[in-house]
């Protein structure tokens, strides 16, 4: 078959291609792209350690962690919600929109950390559910620590132990003569 027979021939038959407006909808199983809900994210960056593709980066800092998605990286495998412990991670079940290069529809969030109870620095974020799910009989002693920022955090830790083996507390200071 010559090239002018086939061009006669597909006169004839219907177009292939689907227009997008008229194309159709995603699969139900369809993976998209990946969405962040702040207020659950604790900036662990498990979700960057098991992506395969890099697609995400997650950079903890003083006061806040930044998370930052790149679909034009992403697999869509899904395997950073499978292993995100708070189900901070969602994924769009909906095709994206399209892009040209790595990086142009990147997306960077921004997870502010709370403030310390007893001092007011920031204090790295917890999941009050992940607390529950990892030590369900845990005291709210316990609780009240995890809001704490890592210095307040270990100085609690050390009176409670002190409390519990009958030392001296943390306010008492014993002058042996030093």
């Known amino acids: 078959m010559n090239i002018l027979n086939l061009a006669v021939a597909n006169l004839f038959h219907r177009r292939t291609t689907q227009r997008f407006p008229n194309r159709e909808a995603p699969a139900a199983a369809f993976r998209g792209q990946v969405a962040m809900d702040a ?19 997650v950079v903890p800092s003083e006061g806040s962690g930044t998370w930052t998605y790149d679909p034009g990286a992403c697999t869509f495998c899904g395997s950073c919600l499978a292993h995100c412990p708070v189900d901070a991670l969602t994924q769009a079940t909906d095709r994206g929109p399209a892009y040209g290069l790595s990086g142009d529809q990147a997306v960077t969030i921004v997870v502010e950390y709370p403030a ?6 920031p204090a790295t974020p917890f999941s009050e559910s992940l607390l529950r799910q990892a030590l369900p009989g845990a005291a709210e002693e316990l609780r009240e620590r995890a ?4 210095d307040c955090r270990q100085r609690a830790s050390v009176r409670a132990m002190k409390k519990a083996f009958g030392g001296p507390d943390s306010t008492e200071r014993q002058d042996d003569g030093r």
Do not use: K, Y
């Not at 979700?47 to 697609?55: L, M, R």
């Not at 809001?147 to 890592?150: D, I, V």
């Open 116 to 121: 310390c109870r007893e001092c007011g620095r």
């Open 39 to 57: 207020d659950l994210c604790v900036t662990c960056g498990i979700c960057a350690q098991v992506c395969v593709s890099d697609a995400i980066q």
């Open 147 to 150: 809001r704490l920022c890592g």
